[in-house]
């Protein structure tokens, strides 16, 4: 898809956005060809930082839709916000690994 994806350090073969997705930490990571620990080369207090401000961010812009869901019962309306909370989870995390196959260096892990 790109000419500048991260690959493994080890074995060459190209991260995929989903092996990103899948890993617990961007930094805790490992080569789906060869199992080599890998970690981008990411600030992880700036990550955090980025997550809660994208958090707060859309706590804000959804206050018009807290009246919307009251009427729902606080059961329905606490599915339909679980729910609201996992895809915008996924939206960020695929956005995020996104960035990172594409635009941060990656290495290897020896220790
Ligand atoms: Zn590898």
Redesign the pocket.
């Known amino acids: 898809m790109s000419t500048n994806q991260a ?7 190209p991260l995929t956005v989903w092996r990103v997705v899948a890993a617990p930490l961007p930094n805790r990571l490992r ?6 620990r ?1 970690r981008f080369e990411v600030n992880l207090l700036a990550l955090i930082a980025l997550a809660a401000a994208v958090l707060a961010g859309v706590v804000w812009l959804a206050r018009p839709f807290y009246a919307l869901l009251a009427p729902l019962g606080i059961v329905s309306a606490a599915v339909f916000a679980a729910a609201a909370a996992l895809g915008l989870w996924l939206a960020f995390e695929f956005g995020l690994a996104w960035f990172l196959v594409h635009r941060r260096p990656v290495r ?1 892990v020896h220790d």
Do not use: K, N, S, T
Request: net charge positive; hydrophobic share 40%; with cysteine.
């Open positions: 690959r493994c350090p080890e074995c060459a073969v080569c789906g060809a060869c199992r080599a890998l290897a």
